[in-house]
């Protein structure tokens, strides 16, 4: 004999911040004031070394652990990533934040001057650096080296540049030195801070620039310099910066002309009168989207509330992953009606869909599928009948969800938010067997059922009667029948599918075996007879009531027959008899008779 125990086992199924890793990025570099996503901060690996892509929204800094980034250094934060399965997992970051040294790379421009004449350290600088970034309005220039500009010729020399943030670079300069400038090397052109237009507006070239002389002081260009666009500004772009170039044409004999200068101009839109600010607590069900003007709201510059123009349409430039539940960004662009636009960040909050709540599905038994002719191509009626299944086996969907059926069976659940399921049409229906075009049945008359002795162990004769008497109540019926020992009769259509009648719809007790029929209680009420071994027919009569008055609820039909010595045989419906003793019915006559 073997002998097994059953043994309880824990299984620790760990959550995915215990799975995966994240780990801090390496010589993360940000410019001062720079808006660092969390997400580029770190990197996420799954058990086996895989680097995976969380949705947007998934990694954030946690509360109050976001570093101040205004001001240069390395700075300490820690962010936290939410994982698909809701688990969080903390993590310690290092940014470090540029120096305006690190971030800016100042250039020399062309410089020409004449013997003697040292130009300002400030002159010699580009306005923009070799990135093409604007140099910062409070940067100080100062000679570090200073040329040597006594006599013609190339003089080198070393501008040192000082930032707000303390922090220096050094820059060479060549400056051309010679005996007379011509009016190229005589003015200086630079491009205008702080211009702003009206949308599709004008703005002369000439009201573009600045003019300085070769001692750095503000002048105006000569008589006859011709100023004019040679790249012109695309001014119909409302709340958009927009550059372009200026060309001056001197009038010296040569007719020399500068080299381009780029002129950024900012033109006025509404998006200037408004701030867009993100929408707090916007929720959305899994799956579906939202709508961007819901994410968004208009604010005055100073951030009061306000509303947004009449006109103003909203559309997303990157809609959030609603596909998993958790917290999740997309990009929002909000056009006014000048056609100026803004960009802005949003959360939304993915909640759980109904259809996170439901797990709806066919029935446990395939057997109570749905049979269809054809389950490649279901008929109306079929796809009725599969709908009917479907809230049959699921009698807990929400109220107003709707199901529609294809042509192959397949279920598709649709929930009020919009969210959906689907049921395979394999889990629905199956193919039409004979037996679903079967109904056998037994008597509709209980009475008419096949009276046994012992209806639960039938004889061969009992079977035999059953099986005549399904063959009479369905005359069409194909197979063949099988009958077991208590009646239910099993019938094994020619495709192998079966039925079953139960054996109570086909057979009763004999109904002698229902009645105990009995004479008088009271012997002196026996039925008086002169001879007790040779009854008159007179004196059967009587026995006949006696029985009938003794056993009234003997079933209708039944005969009663009565033999020469009183004893009575009660035939039923069925066929079935019963007998009463003679010395139970009648009495020898006595003189009080």
């Known amino acids: 004999m073997t002998v097994s125990d059953i043994v309880p086992v824990k299984i620790n199924v760990k959550k995915d911040a215990e799975s995966y890793t994240v780990t801090p990025n390496n010589e993360v570099s940000v410019d001062k004031g720079e808006d660092v996503d969390p997400a580029s901060l770190v990197t996420v690996t799954d058990p086996d070394g895989k680097q995976v892509q969380l949705p947007a929204g998934s990694i954030d800094w946690k509360d109050g652990a976001k570093p101040d980034l205004t001001t240069p250094g390395d700075k300490t934060g820690s962010v936290e990533v939410t994982f698909l399965d809701g688990s969080k997992k903390d993590t310690d970051v290092t940014i470090h934040v540029k120096t305006d040294a690190e971030t800016y790379d100042p250039q020399a421009q062309p410089w020409t001057t004449t013997v003697g004449k040292t130009?300002?350290?400030?002159?010699?600088?580009?306005?923009?650096?070799?990135?093409?970034?604007?140099?910062?309005?409070?940067?100080?220039?100062?000679?570090?080296?200073?040329?040597?500009?006594?006599?013609?010729?190339e003089a080198s020399g070393v501008v040192k540049v000082t930032y707000s943030d303390e922090s220096q670079d050094e820059v060479p300069v060549t400056i051309n030195v010679?005996?007379?400038?011509?009016?190229?090397?005589?003015?200086?052109?630079?491009?205008?801070?702080?211009?702003?237009?009206?949308?599709?507006?004008?703005?002369?070239?000439?009201?573009?620039?600045?003019?300085?002389?070769?001692?750095?002081?503000?002048?105006?260009?000569?008589?006859?310099?011709?100023?004019?666009?040679?790249?012109?500004?695309?001014?119909?772009?409302?709340?958009?910066?927009?550059?372009?170039?200026?060309?001056?044409?001197?009038?010296?004999?040569?007719?020399?002309?500068?080299?381009?200068?780029?002129?950024?101009?900012?033109?006025?839109?509404?998006?200037?009168?408004?701030?867009?600010?993100?929408?707090?607590?916007?929720?959305?069900?899994?799956?579906?989207?939202?709508?961007?003007?819901?994410?968004?709201?208009?604010?005055?510059?100073?951030?009061?509330?306000?509303?947004?123009?009449?006109?103003?349409?909203?559309?997303?430039?990157?809609?959030?992953?609603?596909?998993?539940?958790?917290?999740?960004?997309?990009?929002?662009?909000?056009?006014?009606?000048?056609?100026?636009?803004?960009?802005?960040?949003?959360?939304?909050?993915?909640?759980?869909?109904?259809?996170?709540k439901y797990d709806p599905h066919g029935p446990e038994n395939p057997d109570d599928r749905v049979p269809v002719k054809n389950p490649d191509h279901l008929t109306g009626g079929d796809k009725d009948n599969v709908k009917g299944e479907v809230g049959k086996v699921n009698p807990d969907l929400p109220k107003d969800t709707e199901v529609t059926v294809d042509d192959k069976g397949n279920a598709t659940i649709i929930y009020s938010d919009g969210s959906k399921d689907k049921i395979p049409g394999g889990d629905l229906v199956r193919p039409e067997k004979d037996a679903d075009k079967n109904d056998p049945k037994g008597p509709k008359n209980p009475d008419d059922r096949?009276?046994?002795?012992?209806?639960?162990?039938?004889?061969?004769?009992?079977?035999?009667?059953?099986?005549?008497?399904?063959?009479?109540?369905?005359?069409?019926?194909?197979?063949?029948?099988?009958?077991?020992?208590?009646?239910?009769?099993?019938?094994?259509?020619?495709?192998?599918?079966?039925?079953?009648?139960?054996?109570?719809?086909?057979?009763?007790?004999?109904?002698?075996?229902?009645?105990?029929?009995?004479?008088?209680?009271?012997?002196?009420?026996?039925?008086?007879?002169?001879?007790?071994?040779?009854?008159?027919d007179g004196d059967k009569d009587k026995v006949k009531g006696e029985v009938g008055t003794v056993n009234p609820d003997l079933p209708k039909g039944t005969e009663v027959t009565v033999g020469d010595d009183g004893t009575a045989t009660i035939k039923y419906p069925d066929g079935s008899k019963d007998k009463i003793p003679g010395g139970d019915l009648v009495r020898p006559e006595n003189d009080a008779d």
């Not at 130009?119 to 309005?137: F, L």
């Not at 099986?467 to 109540?473: L, R």
């Not at 209680?521 to 071994?533: A, E, F, L, N, T």
């Open 178 to 356: 010679k005996d007379k400038l011509d009016d190229k090397e005589k003015y200086h052109i630079y491009g205008k801070d702080g211009l702003k237009v009206d949308k599709n507006g004008t703005l002369a070239p000439q009201d573009a620039i600045d003019v300085k002389d070769a001692d750095g002081n503000k002048t105006t260009l000569p008589e006859n310099s011709i100023v004019e666009w040679t790249k012109k500004p695309d001014f119909s772009q409302a709340g958009k910066d927009v550059t372009g170039e200026v060309t001056v044409t001197y009038p010296d004999p040569d007719h020399s002309k500068s080299d381009p200068v780029t002129v950024t101009v900012h033109v006025n839109g509404k998006s200037d009168e408004y701030k867009v600010a993100p929408r707090d607590g916007v929720t959305v069900p899994r799956g579906s989207q939202v709508d961007p003007e819901r994410t968004v709201v208009a604010q005055t510059p100073d951030g009061q509330p306000a509303s947004f123009p009449d006109g103003t349409t909203h559309k997303w430039v990157t809609p959030p992953d609603t596909s998993t539940t958790g917290n999740r960004t997309g990009v929002v662009e909000t056009t006014f009606p000048d056609g100026s636009t803004t960009r802005t960040t949003v959360t939304v909050k993915v909640q759980p869909n109904q259809s996170d």
């Open 119 to 153: 130009p300002k350290a400030d002159e010699v600088i580009s306005s923009t650096d070799k990135n093409g970034k604007k140099m910062p309005s409070d940067a100080k220039y100062t000679w570090k080296t200073e040329p040597d500009t006594s006599k013609t010729g």
């Open 450 to 536: 096949v009276p046994v002795k012992d209806p639960d162990h039938l004889t061969d004769g009992d079977k035999d009667k059953v099986k005549d008497e399904i063959g009479k109540e369905n005359p069409d019926l194909p197979g063949t029948i099988d009958v077991d020992d208590k009646g239910n009769a099993t019938i094994t259509y020619p495709d192998g599918s079966k039925d079953t009648i139960p054996g109570g719809d086909l057979v009763r007790q004999e109904d002698k075996d229902k009645y105990d029929p009995k004479g008088p209680k009271s012997p002196d009420d026996r039925v008086p007879v002169k001879d007790p071994d040779h009854l008159t």
